[in-house]
């Protein structure tokens, strides 16, 4: 038993891949140029309906009220604001899609 634990933990190092199966790669792409948001492969502008997916929650539908240098801040259907961090895009924490 004790061998084994200790080949698991020298494997954690490893371990954060897995549970990102459905993207092949770590890193998304996500930045803001000009007041826009590129993320992707695609553009994002203000007054754009969207979809924000949170890890294992139900999407959201949001419009795009501004996007800053390192932030997304969108208005939800119910008229609540809220943002999110271009870091956290590109981390997959939020997925975004147009909607």
């Not at 954060?16 to 553009?43: C, I, M, P, T």
């Not at 929650?57 to 800053?68: D, K, L, M, R």
Request: net charge positive; with cysteine.
């Amino acid at each position: 038993m004790s061998l084994s634990s200790t080949v698991a933990s020298k494997a954690e190092g490893h371990h954060h891949h897995h549970h990102h199966h459905h993207h092949h790669h770590h890193q998304h792409v996500a930045r803001s140029e000009d007041g826009r948001l590129f993320y992707d492969n695609k553009w994002y502008s203000r007054g754009q309906a969207i979809c924000i997916t949170r890890k294992e929650e139900y999407p959201i539908s949001a419009i795009i009220t501004a996007i800053n240098h390192d932030e997304v801040w969108f208005k939800r259907l119910d008229g609540s604001k809220s943002k999110l961090y271009i870091s956290q895009l590109q981390k997959g924490k939020y997925i975004i899609n147009h909607s």
